[in-house]
């Protein structure tokens, strides 16, 4: 059972990490292209939009 939590760890850790260096990624691009960041206002807004969406019960 240690094991199979311990490999399972494992693979979450992988994953949390890959996420963190894409959306770091991302930040970045927007910031060397001279984009404006998203206000706290927008970031809330487009929050909303996608949890709807991938809460949408079809």
Known sequence: MVVFLSVLLIICAIGWYTRYISCMTLLYY????????????????CTACVEKRLWKVR
């Open 30 to 45: 927007i910031g060397n292209k001279g984009y404006e960041y998203p206000s706290d206002e927008e970031i809330k807004e």
